[in-house]
């Protein structure tokens, strides 16, 4: 449907300025990048050689938020790029023997949940495209499809820790040509932070004792024996098969995905969840009867941070396909659990296994009192203190609204020491960490984040680009991690602003938002150009929207459709517009006249289409009706 909801601007207001700027420096920036790191047909330059185990995530991670990116208003080269470095990125990859089918052979879904995020978002930027949904399905009957050897229908579990196209994979690593594995040793300082991955062993209690090569032997060799049968973190293999259901409702996915994540359900019984299944089937079987223990799970190496965002991905995913958000008591199991065994303490004091981030983070506030969290469990009981991230409280309110999870996000949030600045120039690897400003925001309480956030993210990509220009100099430049840290495609405000939503769960969470676009002229997702857009409002009932074309010569026209892929409907809107006649007024007078304001309200079906002359705007309130729809991808015609 088509109504007049827009009104004049006598002023063009500074957010709308300042992300129209976002999206063209983003633009600029995303072309320096891809100039000075890539080759023409999409490879990245200088890649060092890999080890089969090694994971093929740094490899797709520059690139991660691209697709996003496009979906809210980048120009098309970006679609463009992203498939041309995705499918160079995979022949590189491939030679290098690294996937088989133009998958990964087999790694753990903590990276392989980061490989995913470019994939999953090319497919839901164009799902028009054959051969990402060909990929789309033939990945997912990895899963789906027990002949794979992924999964085990008879048990509801996938096999192995290593998973992927060359089904359950033995073990954490190969062997040598002489069949011996690398020890686990003291001398891998990188991973001490984490200390052990096994506890319990006979006669090695601390990180020490692995100098001693007897005891580097046995951590490897119990390593490898354990890791078999299922472990928390396969949760986000989910996703794969939610990509797949949401070209055409494939009923073998939704119902894979609904059994799975309903087993893990199971495990809990109402309580924390477990990390791991033996190959049995039973809790704990090669973990000496523990429910903790599995690999990447609630001992070693990050807890919560893993076992709670694949747990997190793997409900979303069975609340999309059900409309039912039951299985979201997994995480609020989980965050209840660890709430209560908080205490007040000070990060820079702490021995927190990920403290430099949060030192980063906090800056000068990182000396000041707050709430720490136990990240992990293990055989002396809960450790491993820290600020408790957002990512999880906030999206389990986002996909609710339920006033029980906003106050749990409050009480987190609440925990933060006082001087803490919500907008500070922090960016990390998941190009996140903003959700606390974010939230003040729509609560009421920190009005000037819109302006503030968007100056900070100019500043990130500014940040960015420079360290790009200045890489001959940089002693970090030949890192693998390097093309992500430059990276200087800047999505999450313009997530939160734009889609209404959090930035997307990172190791391997779909891109879900609060709304869809499109440019009705250019029949593409994504805002038009010069139109600016702030979500300001989110709750049970619906979305306040503002609107403005910043252009002064060009109309501009886009179409609204509800988020979380359909999930959610408009069926009403309701706009303060000022009645036509008095702007722009005669050429003598000082200023335009202002009009009377009216209030107009229309119902419509998931269609609402706005006309935005030069220099005008809308102020929407959409009503929603949540989990009505049948979730899709859409096509760039903006038809499913």
Known sequence: MTNRFASPLRTIPAWAVLQRRLFDEIESARRVFSERYTLPDGRLRGVAEFEDRDGVDDLYEPFFNWPAFYLLGGPDEVLADAKRHWEGVTRQLAEAGMLTDEYENGYDWFHQGESLLLFAGICAADPSDPAYAERAR??????????HGNYDAERNIIRAPHNGALGARVGLDDPDEDGRLAPYSADRAEMRPYGLPVQGLDGIREWEDLADPRNAARMTAEMQRRAAGDVAVNL????????????????????????YVDGWRERAGGGLMPDNVGPDGEVGSLQDGRWWGGHYGWAWPHGVHSVGMSALIGALNHALMTGDDDALDLVRTMLDTILDQARTGVVADSTYSLRGGWMARYGAAAH?????????????????????????????????????????????????PASVDLVAPFRDKEEAGHEAGWFAYLSGDLPDYPERALEMALGQVARRTAMMLADGSDPDAAHLHFWQRVNPVATEVLTQLVGGAPQVLYNGGLGFTALRYEDVDHGRPGLPE????????????????????TSVVHTRTLRIRGGRFGLDRIVAVTAHVEEQ????????????????????????????????PPAHGADLDLTLARATGSPRHLTTEGHA
């Open 138 to 147: 033939r990945f997912a009957e990895l899963f789906l499809d027990p002949a």
């Open 236 to 259: 986000a293999a989910t996703s794969l098969a939610a990509n797949l259901w949401l070209y055409d409702g494939d009923e073998g996915a939704a119902a894979w995905v609904r059994r």
């Open 368 to 416: 000041e009192p707050g709430m720490l969290v136990p990240y992990r469990h293990g055989i002396d009981g809960w450790f491993d203190f820290g600020p408790l991230q957002l990512d999880l409280p906030v999206w389990l309110w986002w996909w609710s609204r339920d006033e029980s999870d906003r106050a749990r996000l409050q009480r987190v949030a609440d925990g933060i």
């Open 530 to 549: 010069d139109v600016a857009a702030l979500v300001h409002r989110l709750d049970e009932d619906g979305v306040g929207l503002r609107l403005v074309n």
């Open 581 to 612: 006649g008095g702007y722009p007024g005669a050429s003598g007078s000082y200023a335009s006249p202002v009009g009377a304001f009216v209030t107009r309200t229309a119902d419509c079906d998931d269609d609402l289409v706005v006309t935005l």
